[in-house]
């Protein structure tokens, strides 16, 4: 193990850049699944996704890549946001029909998995890396997750699949590549910018009013959340206590999208 008591904020940073580079497109051994969780969680079970744990993903037949492994939404926060979603379905009207759930950005699918077992949906998922995908694939066909996971571009699934009620809801969670600076994430910098992503969505629906979440860090830079969002409606945040430096806990917030007069 890297952590040391001394600096464990020195050895997230150091494992985090291996994960994103000679061990980005590297399947993570047993050991090394371990390793990532006690380094960002601080325990070796805190890195469980599709409800399984570290310790049992190997021997589960999870394929997790390094990449994937830092850019995931674990378990106890994806239930988090689904039973947030739950709650908030739960206050809308009814009608409508079940609503469309897309998670534009898969990585490892374990929003879509969550999602579909807490909303008893189909979760459409998009995922433009073809490593990525084939383990993400694998992984859901393991856990038997409600997902129809499509390999391309978001804006390819934007459009093949109609709107269904104001009440549809987008996740959206672009790489941060460069959007993550020391001064906090840049809404307008990720890959692509978050606020042509919600063009994008809206333009896909005609305008018809939806709900987004969104995954963000604790530091954001230049208002850039509130500035993507300025037309939206704030519904909720959820802000899971911090276990890492500035910078690196997650976020996720809610939104209504359009202007909605016939909720
Ligand atoms: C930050 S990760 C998402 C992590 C995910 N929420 C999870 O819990 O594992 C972003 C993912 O989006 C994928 N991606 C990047 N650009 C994309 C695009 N234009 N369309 C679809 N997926 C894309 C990346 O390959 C990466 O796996």
Known sequence: MTTTAESPHAAYFAFRD????????????GDQLCEA??????????????GIPAPRM??????????TAIECCVDDYAVLVA?????????????????LVMDLFCGSGNFSHHLAARLGVTVHAAESDQDVH???????????AATRLHLGDYKDLLGKIP??????????????????TPDGLDLTRTAPPVPRILDDISRSRDGRPCLIAIKTNDQIAHDSLDRAFADA???????????????????????????????
Do not use: K
């Open 134 to 144: 084939d383990a993400t694939r694998h992984n859901l066909d393991r856990v038997g």
């Open 233 to 263: 409606e704030h519904l909720r945040s959820i802000t899971p206590a911090p276990t890492l430096p500035r910078g690196a806990n997650m976020h996720f917030h809610l939104y209504r999208l359009g202007s909605d007069t016939h909720r």
């Open 163 to 180: 709107a269904r009620s104001n009440h549809d809801t987008y996740f959206v969670e672009p790489p941060w590549g460069p959007a993550f």
């Open 18 to 29: 291996r994960l994103l580079g000679d061990l980005r497109t590297t399947v993570l051994t």
């Open 83 to 99: 039973d947030a979603l739950a709650a908030l379905y739960a206050t809308l009207p009814h009608g409508g029909g079940v609503p």
């Open 37 to 50: 969780g006690q380094v960002i969680y601080g325990r070796p079970e805190g890195l469980s996704l599709y």
């Open 58 to 67: 190997e021997s589960a037949g999870i394929r997790l890549m390094g990449r």
